[in-house]
């Protein structure tokens, strides 16, 4: 098992090593995330063995119980599934990263339940970038406005942008998504230059992400194999799966 991670771990840091070096970028510009979620904490303790340090989790009650296990290792927590508001406070206790915010409700909330001596808990705004009814995520025209109410706001620091793509159409360009993303986030910097980070790409299309400039890649199966189903995993859910 941990042989088996640690080779796809060198599987993966190829396969972002040869899209950085094919679009010009250094390959310490995109950051890994290790999707752990359905893995038990006995996968996160051999991942971080490996040198793995950020894990992503989507199921709230699973990742407390992963983070409760984990607490002796020096891990960054980000919380990338849907998140609802009266869920936040041990979101905004015990991870370091949302990605799925698409409200200003939400970092309020956030913001004001960040415990007093941790910093700022970093957001990404989930931008539905597909155009799908049934996704969660902000529509990109909305996006501009939620910038300007979340990026003051105490207690949470905004730092860019977080997509789910919709699968790419038979004939269709897979980088489509991305790219648009790429140019939302660009007319975002002139009036936000703080904002440092697109979320995108996942094990089948982290190639063509990283060429349209993801900063943060959320990797499970090409790094842990495939998940099992979780008793916690909505209908909602499953197509995240
Ligand atoms: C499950 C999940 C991932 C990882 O997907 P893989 O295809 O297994 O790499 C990434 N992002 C989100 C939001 C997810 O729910």
Sequence with gaps: MSTSFTQNLIAVQQRIHEACQRSGRQSTG???LAVSKTQPASAIREAFAAGQRAFG??????????????????IEWHFIGQLQSNKTRPVATHFDWVHGVDS????????????????????????????????????PEAVPALVEAIAPL????????????????????????????????????????????????MSADLDAAIAEGATIIRIGTALFGPRNPTPSQTPADKGMS
Aim: aromatic share 2%.
């Design 30 to 32: 995109v950051q890994l």
């Design 57 to 74: 989790e989507n199921y709230l009650q699973e990742a407390l119980e992963k983070i409760a296990q984990s607490a002796d290792l020096a």
């Design 104 to 139: 200003l409700k939400l970092a309020r909330r956030l913001g004001e339940q960040r415990p007093a001596g941790k910093a700022p808990v970093n957001l990404c705004l989930q931008v539905n970038i597909s155009g799908e009814t049934s996704k969660g995520g902000v529509a």
């Design 154 to 201: 105490p207690g949470v620091r905004l730092r860019g942008l977080m997509a789910i793509p919709a699968p790419c159409p038979p004939g269709g360009d897979p980088r489509a998504p991305f790219h648009a993303m790429h140019a939302l986030l660009s007319r975002l910097q002139k009036t936000h230059p703080e904002l440092d980070t697109l979320s995108m790409g």
